[in-house]
């Protein structure tokens, strides 16, 4: 084993695994290519996922970079961040994750996006802008805290401009690629 090499390889592969499968019914929600039960399948899936990251921070805290290795650190981030229907888990994780910075053991940019997702799921204002609103409309913030300071805020978590962030995103999401009944996805894209 290198210094490289996660200590939990297995439970890095199964994250892994789960946060593939959620981004790709994730891409065709957003361009509303699922019926009634692919979204339900989706959704029982988030659950899933997240039953068993619950499971996973209760053994081990948060899975850093060298307990899974930073690909399944960010497999765990995503579903974390997609837990949407446990806003007292969301929160919870936040914490975990928020230790796992301060130890040098994870991405201060993925904090700072599953704080704004907490504060977001459970009626807060954002602070750092990384939360989206996508429809057929088009782009938009989700609330935001003090937005005159919000990029001097997210240069402190290693975040571009929030100008720079909503091109990105624009060019990543076009309008042009939803349908007119696509429904209002909230995005973690403001990166």
Not at 47 to 52: G, L, Q, S, Y
Request: proline share 6%; net charge negative.
């Amino acid at each position: 084993m290198t210094a490289a090499d996660p200590l939990q390889p297995d439970l890095a592969r199964d994250l892994i695994d789960r946060a593939t499968k959620a981004a790709t019914h994730r891409a065709a929600r957003v361009r509303n290519h699922l019926d009634a039960v692919l979204l339900g399948q989706g959704r029982h899936s988030d659950h899933a996922d997240t039953k068993v990251l619950r499971r996973i921070l209760a053994e081990h805290g948060w899975p850093g970079h060298r307990l899974v290795g930073p690909d399944a650190a960010r497999a765990a981030w995503s579903i974390a961040l997609h837990s949407d229907d446990a806003p007292d888990f969301q929160r919870a994780a936040t914490i975990l994750l928020e230790r796992a910075v301060q130890a040098g053991d994870a991405r201060i940019d993925h904090w700072a996006h599953l704080h704004d997702r907490a504060l977001i799921t459970n009626g807060h204002l954002q602070e750092y802008g990384t939360q989206l609103l996508l429809n057929p409309d088009g782009i938009t913030l989700c609330p935001l805290r003090a937005p005159e300071s919000l990029d001097e805020r997210r240069a402190t978590v290693g975040l571009p401009p929030i100008t720079v962030a909503l091109e990105t995103v624009r060019l990543r999401y076009t309008v042009g690629h939803l349908s007119e009944d696509a429904p209002t996805v909230v995005l973690a894209g403001a990166a």
